[in-house]
Nanobody, 123 residues
Framework: QVQLVESGGGLVQAGNSLRLSCAAS????????LGWFRQAPGKEREFVAV???????YYADSVKGRFTISRDNSKNTVYLQMNSLKPEDTAVYYC?????????????????WGQGTQVTVSS
């Protein structure tokens, strides 16, 4: 069983930065594909970013150039650095993972999810 716990959400003004963290446990962390999703009120959950176990990264067009996903295998943690935040980035952000498979994380069909952390960007 893989457990994911997000932290780092909060209220920030537009243009500022925030870093989310997701701590994982349960299996050798280095074999995970790890991703971030978000869900705004009244909207469907959407893909934000993903990093494979070989450190390949992919981003949604809406965050490309502003958000950076990274991982620290020694701390079993994946991060999402969010810069130049906009009010439309307001959402609950979820960490997601699968062992090995990048595609299941990109499509949101992965088996492991965190509980979410709220990010609110004020204008």
């Amino acid at each position: 069983q893989v457990q994911l716990v997000e932290s780092g959400g909060g209220l920030v003004q537009a243009g500022n930065s925030l870093r989310l963290s997701c701590a994982a446990s349960g299996r050798p962390f280095s074999t995970y594909a790890l991703g971030w999703f978000r869900q705004a009120p009244g909207k469907e959950r959407e893909f934000v970013a993903v990093m494979s176990w070989t450190s390949r990264t992919y981003y949604a067009d809406s965050v490309k150039g502003r958000f950076t996903i990274s991982r620290d295998n020694s701390k079993n943690t994946v991060y999402l650095q969010m810069n130049s935040l906009k009010p439309e980035d307001t959402a609950v952000y979820y960490c997601a993972a699968d062992v090995g498979s990048l595609n299941t994380v990109v499509t949101g069909q992965c088996p492991y999810w965190g509980q979410g952390t709220q990010v609110t960007v004020s204008s």
